[in-house]
């Protein structure tokens, strides 16, 4: 009967413990599915995002969103402007529509 008593004390104790969880904010946008897995703002230029999205269940490498400019910087340094399905469209127009 200790035996019993000790598993249901260690069932209910591993119930109760809540795992953090990680959503992902994700939108059809060009008939594509994109997810922003992560998402910071630039503290010194507020028009500026450093995420990490998926494309059609495709992770990509962080970028650097600039919704003033319309352009994303790799992580090798390179700049490109964004293309009409382009996530970086998603994320200006998603998170800040008034930067322009």
């Known amino acids: 009967m200790n035996k019993y008593v000790i598993f249901v004390l260690l069932l209910i104790l591993s119930i109760s413990v809540a795992l953090p969880s990680y959503a992902s904010v994700c939108r059809n946008h060009g008939g594509q599915q994109i997810c922003i897995l992560s998402i910071n703002r630039s503290a010194k230029n507020y028009w500026e995002y450093r995420a990490t ?14 919704c003033r400019e319309q352009v994303k910087v790799q992580q090798d340094g390179t700049v490109l402007p964004f293309k009409q399905k ?3 469209k ?10 322009r």
């Open 53 to 66: 999205v998926s494309v059609n269940g495709v992770r990509r490498p962080i970028e650097v969103y600039n």
């Open 86 to 88: 382009d996530p970086g």
């Open 90 to 99: 998603l994320i200006c127009s998603f998170f800040n529509s008034s930067v």
